[in-house]
Each structure stands twice: as C-alpha cells, then as structure tokens.
C-alpha cells in the first residue's frame, strides 16, 4: 500500500509564503513525477507544478515566477515553496505521484488560505 502524507497548509495573508511538503512511502516501484494540484470551491482541479525524476518542472502560468517546486529523490519528497501568494491562490492542495507505468497516487490534501 502507498501513502502520499502532505503538510504544510494553512492560513497567510495576501503577499505572504508557505511551504508545502509531500511524502510517499510503502510499497510503489520507481516514482517518475512527482507534483502538486490544486482545486478551490466550485472549479476543477487543476495541475500548479510538476517535477519528473529528471528534474524538468511544469508550472501553471498563474503560478510561474512566484512557486518553486523542488524534489529530493531519495526521501521520494517533493516540496512546494509558494511566494507573493494572492487570494486566487486558496485552495486544497494535493500531492500527486506517479509511478514509472504511469499509476497515480494522491494525498488527502491541505488547505491553503489566502485571506487579510
């Protein structure tokens, strides 16, 4: 069985940053790409970044400039670093991995709150 465990939500005013952390552990073959989704109430979910075993990253274009996503292989972690976070930046954020034949695993996600 394999757990995606993130961490890292919360509350922050407009302007501000938080991290996000994800862990996967048990029993997944090699993980390939690692990333981040996010849906607020009402809209779809929708891809934010993405990182292949690799290192290339995918950014949504509302978030480029301003998130950094980072992977330590090893510790099959991936982190979300997130900056000048606006009110359209709320949200559940989910961790998604996926393995080297393409299975997908989600997180539960955590809440992130942009509010003044």
């Known amino acids: 069985q394999v757990q995606v465990v993130e961490s890292g939500g919360g509350l922050v005013q407009p302007g501000g940053s938080l991290r996000l952390s994800c862990v996967v552990s048990?029993?997944?073959?090699?993980?390939?790409?690692m990333g981040w989704y996010r849906q607020a109430p009402g809209k779809e979910r929708e891809l934010v970044a993405s990182i292949d075993r690799r290192g290339l990253t995918k950014y949504a274009d509302s978030v480029k400039g301003r998130f950094i996503i980072s992977r330590e292989r090893a510790k099959a972690t991936v982190y979300l670093q997130m900056n000048s976070l606006k009110f359209e930046d709320s949200a559940v954020y989910y961790c998604?991995?996926?393995?080297?034949?393409?299975?997908?695993?989600w997180g539960q996600g955590t809440q992130v709150t942009v509010s003044s």
């Open positions: 998604h991995a996926e393995d080297s034949i393409s299975r997908p695993y």
């Open positions: 048990g029993s997944i073959i090699s993980i390939d790409t």
